[in-house]
């Protein structure tokens, strides 16, 4: 029978260990998904959460220009109108110094807990700062002013309270001015650090998804496949092929099953293969025998272990037997009475046929009680632990016949 080639398993990665048990593996592989999908889960709430500082940084700084734009309002309303109250210009003053200090030294603000301003703003902040405390001069002065006119009408006259108004003007332009190019500044950081964000995230799951291709290859590798060609080689021994052969070079459960299955699949087929060459054997002997069976005069048997399994018609005349069929009910030791016969079954034969074959002239029992001198001539073989032997059983020559007696065996 021509040889299946046999199942080739895929070799492990150079890099992969052969002999970690399977578990090991499936356990490393769980690791490092499960440690790149937290790296990534982590790295995400980082994103988020800088995302969420800077926003809040943001809106500091956008009303921080609003409030400098109301203290102007407030200030001219305060100048305009002889009864107007210089509390909403204190207040404004005050709200706009601690928004100042939450984005220099970082704070609670908004219910959103800032981070100091970093080194790319600061000096935006520092312009801020200079704008307002002229600013803030100009205000408490105009104030101071406007104090001591309410006191006494004559105090401060119109041309310095005009040139402090406009002043004041001119530095809350300047003021509004810088406010304006520091939320310029941090709306571009912002744009910047959110593309770069992005990048990053979509690095780190185009990360997260290779290692997930790369353990899904590798299980596949590793188990899937080679568990499927078991699964195909174990369907072929099943439906008789038993020239199969696995073949897997890791040392882990999977090889140690495929190794298991080959070497049963080997001896099963030399099992298989040497019940085959004797069924061949039995056969050949069996068309032999039939041949001879319808020689005329010529007795044919066949015995093992020390019982006929075959006997032809001539041989059950020769004992006085109306069938063939009636000699196989018989024993050996009952139709041969001689030693010599017996001992040409008894004794170990070759593991092969005999190549000269053997002769013994012995006496037999017919069926009528008396006896008749034979001669037989056969080749015997080891049929596993019993001998087999097929005989060819003629009586005896006339002349030899008075006073024969049984001869010793002869090869």
Known sequence: MKRRPGLKFFPAPVFWPSRIPLAFKLALIGIVVVALAGVNFYFARTVMKDGDHIAGVV????????????????????????????????????????????????????????????????????????????????????????????????????????????????????????????????????????????????????????????????????????????????RRVARGDYHVRFRHRSRDELGALAATLDDA????????DEQRRKYHGLQLSEHVLKGLAEMPGLGVCSILHRQLIYANQNLADLLGYESADQLLDVSTQSLFVDSNCRHFWDQDALQGMDPQGVSVRCLARRLDGSQVLIDIQGQRRMQGEEVFAVCLVRMASAENMAGATSEPLKC
């Open 59 to 234: 809106s500091v700084a956008g009303k921080l220009r609003m409030l400098s734009r109301k203290i102007e309002i407030d200030v001219m309303q305060y100048i305009g109108l002889p009864k107007q109250n210089a509390r909403p210009v204190r207040n404004g003053m005050a709200e706009f110094e601690q928004l100042m200090q939450a984005l220099s030294q970082g704070g609670r603000v908004f219910d959103t807990q800032l981070p100091p301003m970093n080194a790319w703003h600061r000096h935006l902040l520092d312009a801020v700062r200079r704008h307002w405390i002229q600013y803030r001069v100009d205000i408490e002065a105009i104030l101071v002013a406007r104090l001591y006119e309410n006191a006494d009408p004559g105090a401060v006259s119109p041309e310095n309270m005009l040139a402090l108004h406009r002043q004041s003007l001119s530095r809350a332009t300047a003021l509004l001015h810088a406010s304006e190019q520091m939320v310029a500044s941090i709306l571009r950081d912002l744009e910047f650090s959110q593309q770069r964000a992005v990048r990053r995230l979509l690095w780190s799951i185009g990360l997260l998804i290779v290692a997930l291709i790369l353990s899904l290859l590798i299980m596949h590798r590793s188990v899937a496949r080679p568990l499927g060609q078991l699964i195909a080689g174990a």
């Open 265 to 272: 699949v080997r001896k099963m087929s030399a099992t298989v």
